[in-house]
């Protein structure tokens, strides 16, 4: 089930987390940012000030920073929602906001970036609105990766916590991933890289580049369309492809004895 945070509960927690700011002018290089951001970025190594502020993030992050202003400056003043995207930096999942600043005559003068490191919002054992005063804090510099108990997806400007346990698969989508879970398909701003690392092996398998399946919603493993497939829990059912170095392992992981995907076999 999606997590139980109500308005008033939300707000609640994201009182307890410090916000992340960082000052960009009309060309996005980094001008200023407050004390969190200092701790949390990797600003010694990478030394943004009056450098882009893509300079503080791996290709695939750069990627979608370079997106989330792209989308910030298409907004008119009079209808600015900030722009909102998850990145992993890589042991912290950080909540970023970016809104566009402009000048009385609407002309873009810079940006503003916002964020929160939500990763103890996500993690198995992290933050709920019954232990916000006591979970312990990130640790500094990145604490080995934990397993992710919830994904979060963005809509609408709106990020939403889904528990792993109603996810079915995922698919990739260069660097994003769209999810299916048991309310229909949602977006995740995290590569299926960056998913496969925090999901749980032991239920979450990648079972082709573009595809990671949770064991527990598969029914059916057999051939369709000449290909080994898996049918996944849902209506209309989907099916997902298995790469044929996969087809092993999978059937390991299943109990499906070899040469069973030659039919289909109900699970």
Same mark, same amino acid.
């Given at each position: ?22 000052? /960009? =002018? ?15 970025? $990797? ?8 450098? *882009? ?21 298409? @907004?008119?003043? !009079? #209808? ?9 930096? $890589?042991?912290?999942? *950080? ?9 009385? =005559? ?22 709920? $609105? ?6 312990? #804090? ?7 990766? +934990?397993?992710?108990?919830?994904? $979060? ?26 999810? *299916? ?6 977006? @995740? ?20 580049? @573009?595809?990671?399946?949770?064991? =527990? ?12 497939? /898996?049918?996944? +829990? ?13 087809? #092993?392992?999978?059937?390991?992981? *299943?109990?499906?004895?070899?040469? !069973? ?7």
């Amino acid at each position: 089930m999606s997590t139980p945070l109500g308005p008033a509960s939300a707000l609640y927690l994201f009182e307890k987390f410090e916000v992340g700011v960082v000052h /960009l =002018d009309a060309q996005r290089k980094v001008l200023a940012m407050n004390d969190f951001a200092r701790r949390v970025l $990797p600003v010694g190594e990478k030394r943004p000030f009056e450098n *882009l502020v893509t300079s503080f993030h791996p290709p695939r992050s750069a990627a979608k920073v370079s997106f989330l202003l792209d989308q910030a400056s298409a @907004c008119p003043v !009079a #209808a600015a929602t900030p722009m909102t995207m998850i990145i992993n930096i $890589p042991e912290q999942v *950080l909540l970023i906001k970016v809104t566009r600043l402009a000048g009385e =005559d609407t002309s873009t003068t810079g940006f503003v970036l916002v964020f929160y490191d939500v990763t103890q919002l996500v993690v198995q054992g992290g933050v709920t $609105p019954a232990n916000a005063d006591t979970a312990p #804090a990130p640790a500094p510099g990145g604490a080995q990766k +934990r397993r992710l108990a919830r994904l $979060p997806l963005v809509a609408n400007h709106k990020v939403t916590f889904v528990d792993t346990s109603q996810v079915l698969f995922l698919e990739s989508q260069a660097h994003y991933t769209r999810v *299916l879970t048991d309310g229909g398909f949602q977006f @995740c701003n995290l590569s299926i890289g960056d998913l496969e690392a925090r999901l749980d092996p032991q239920r979450f398998v990648r079972v082709h580049r @573009c595809f990671i399946v949770n064991l =527990d919603a598969v029914l059916e493993l057999g051939r369709r369309d000449g290909k080994v497939q /898996l049918r996944m +829990r849902g209506e209309p059912p989907a099916w997902v492809p298995v790469s044929r170095a996969e087809v #092993a392992r999978l059937r390991s992981l *299943l109990g499906v004895q070899r040469g !069973a995907a030659s039919a289909p076999q109900t699970l």
